[in-house]
């Protein structure tokens, strides 16, 4: 037992924008448990799913623990070696330009500073881009397009402060569920408070909606235009404001004009009813306590920083930027894209929301002493990975993140990093798609162990606290960045002792020569004592002389940071998807989040109870395309376009529009076969911004002939994949799940037994030659291993089978047991992650009279905690009874 004493810890999430407030509880070297920080104000003790189980992603099982170098462990002083002459070797050959880094909105902002310093201002290249240009760089674009500077006007309390709340291209019930919560919240005291979503997918977001316009992909900006047109000729313009404190509203007018002055046609291209357009319309125009909050289904996409212009047009129009519950609002994915924002990580920005011009490269130079200082903009991800792929950069340091999933055209990134003379990976796993091209492994630490701050969409810094020893010889990502900068000769400028030696450097540089020029500016926190940056308290910036204790809100003067001080209106002409349709692909291909997993999965994948919501990767079809294509709810389908093929389990969808699927992003080769989304999506990027058009691949879609399916459920993961058409792989608490799917029969199951897991099957039963099998073997009486094979899906009962393995010797029925039929499974859902409640389990409670969200509360407790299910709770109550919920518009 653990008789260490009990501590706690505050500190920040190390998921979602929101950027919540944790409580962490360790015992001697473990987390406990987290709760909500209810000093914290962007989440007043709330969390979700994914913040309350954090205790169960951590623990050092997969953990990258030692540098390597070319697959070989080394000492630390080897691995620093190496990277430092591996980058010098190729810079002193091929100069600077040749060699970059690839960084990340989930690193610190110190250790981004650090990375970015090294690279821009003492290695000589600004070849430095970061995740986030695949997240929020039409955001930040368009931020200074409108404002002059990369800032979002408001504050999360806008959000409860306002009268409308406009969601487009965001499901935040799901990715940024703590500020849903919040407006949910707010609505139910103020049930006047109208939600409107616009996104052409139904998701849980919109289980809030007063009106769900499911517009056609890629028309926001014809939908913001026509909106322009609408206040203009109805006399809702702030003409006081627009005259003041704007700039060419005519232009904008005249360019919106042209191309949306009839709601008719209007209507008709985004294929949504005139009535209900007219409805968001007039809300809108009515409302001036309306905020605006906009994600990845605005900015992923060919014209994404112009979507982003087009809806702050109708905010300035209108006078309502960075007012009391009035505001346009961007919602930021990372917990530290701010952050990296703030320090320049992204390759047009020099470093504290500074560019290239010579006044700006000359001021940094001189702030850092810097000897060698990239005075262009370098290569955006997609550019520096084509660069790669030409042999133009040789080198590359990629630190927490993992573009062999994330990036678009999956295989092209592979070949490049296949062809790239030197990669070099920070990394906190030893295991995911991007580490099988490493030449040099740098263990990092992560979440719990490392510490400094993060910045979330409201602007507001945060401290990340570390709280737990450091994994085998795992170090921090600005210690190991340091160390390779003093063995490349630039010790002196990167001898930091701490974490806050780099922030108030930070903070300093924010401060340098500012006099009011540049909105980012946190010098008054450049004196920070040690103890002072310990105990720091979340704080908004701009922090300094005018605004010592941080600002809630931007722009209040009407005040920009443009050249003429005033914001700009940007003309717009809408433009739709560059991945176009054609009969050989004609499916609009969607991509996104699910409510429980992170991205490439490296901690959420981990975690057995937050691999039950959605445990394959799946495809999201409308039950009319499914019919015409020949696929069944829970069949598996191939998703294909020239560059690869997604394969995965059908759901059908009524809230999917006929026409487009959606697929999760998350999966990869960790966890399947050929589940990665991002093998389907172009190349293709907005010309602004450098983002990619993630959200609208075109694609074919076919159901997938297999001769069987099987499920495989074994006390250690397989050391060797599964050979078979179809893989998906899942972790349950005790075992390992692998489900798989084959076109070729196989004769003999019990040989295959033998073959793949060593041994043949101690129990086995099958009706006919090919009828289902199914097959039991054990280790000195404990289970070691249940094997289904059917012609469909097998319907094993996995959570009891589980439990069997954690028993030390079976009784007879338990193992007869192994081979009972499960009523539920493959079809039935897990629906409340923390108290483990599934669809059928509310569905019959429902039946039972249990029909409304609280009655269920009571009886079942789903729902009950961190409350992330709710949207999803009343969706089965609107299914099963359906008066349950008010009809939208
Ligand atoms: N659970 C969970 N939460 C997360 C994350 C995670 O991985 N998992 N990641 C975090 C990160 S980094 C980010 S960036 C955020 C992203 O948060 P969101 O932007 O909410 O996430 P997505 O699911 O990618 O996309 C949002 C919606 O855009 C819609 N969309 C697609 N095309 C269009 C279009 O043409 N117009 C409009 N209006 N909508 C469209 C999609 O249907 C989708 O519902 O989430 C953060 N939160
Ligand atoms: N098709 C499609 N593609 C998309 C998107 C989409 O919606 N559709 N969304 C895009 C968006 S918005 C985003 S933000 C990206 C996200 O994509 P990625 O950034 O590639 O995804 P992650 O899984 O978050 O990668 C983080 C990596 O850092 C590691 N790590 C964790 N902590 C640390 C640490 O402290 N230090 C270091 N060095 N490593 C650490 C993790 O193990 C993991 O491998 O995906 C983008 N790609
Ligand atoms: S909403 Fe959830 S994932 Fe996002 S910061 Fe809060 S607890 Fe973390
Ligand atoms: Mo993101």
Redesign the pocket.
Known sequence: MNKQAKRKVSTTC?YCGVGCGVQASIQGNDLIATTGDQRHSANLGRLCIKGSKLPETGGHAGRLLYPQVAGQRVSWDQAVKSAAEGLQGIIDRHGPESVAFYL?????TE?YYVANKLMKGFIGSSHVDT??R???ASTVAGHKRAFGADAVPGCYEDLELADLLVLVGSNAAWNHPVLYQRIQAAKQERPELKVVVIDPRRTATCDLADLHLALKPGTDSLLFNALLVHLAENQYLDHEFICNSTDHFTDSLLTALAEAADLKTVASQLDVPEHQLMTFFNWFAETPKTVTLFS?GVN?SSSGTDKVNALINCHLATGRVGKPGSTPFSLT??PN?MGGREVGGLANQLAAHMGFSSEEVTLVEEFWQAPRMARQEGYKALDLFKAIHRGDIKAIWI?????L????DSQFVREALEKCELVIV????AE?D?MEFADIALP????SE?NGTVTNSERRISRQRGFLPAPGEARH?WQILCQVAKALGHGEAFNYQSPAAIFREHAALSGFKNQGQRCFDISGLQHLTDQAYESLQPVQWPVNSSNPLGTERLFTQGKFFTASQRAQFLSIQSRPPEQKLDPAYPFRLN???IRDQ??????TGRSAALMQHRSEPFIEVHPEDAAQVGLQDQGLARVSHPQGEYLGRVRFSEGQRPGEIFLP?HWNRQFTGKGL??QL?EQICDPVSGQ?E??QGRVQLEALKTSWQAQLLVAQPLKKPLPATYLAEQPLTNSHSYVFAGSQAVEDWSGWCEETLGQRPQMHLQTSQEGPFRAAGFDQGQLAWVLAVSRERPQLAIKEIDQQFASSSLSPEARQALFTPSEHQAEDQLICSCFQVSANQIKQAISEGQDTPELLGQSLSCGTNCGSCLPEIKSLIEQEVPHGITELV
Request: charged share 15%; net charge positive.
């Open positions: 190390p990340s909105g989930q690193l610190l250790d995740n986030s695949l997240c929020m990845q992923q994915g990372q894209a630190q927490g993140t993992n573009p999933v994330s990036l678009p920070s990394e906190a796993m995911t991007t990092a630490t992560t979440w490392k990502d991509t996104g989040r992170w991205h490439s999965m490296t901690r992003m989304c991002n999506i990619p993630s959200k």
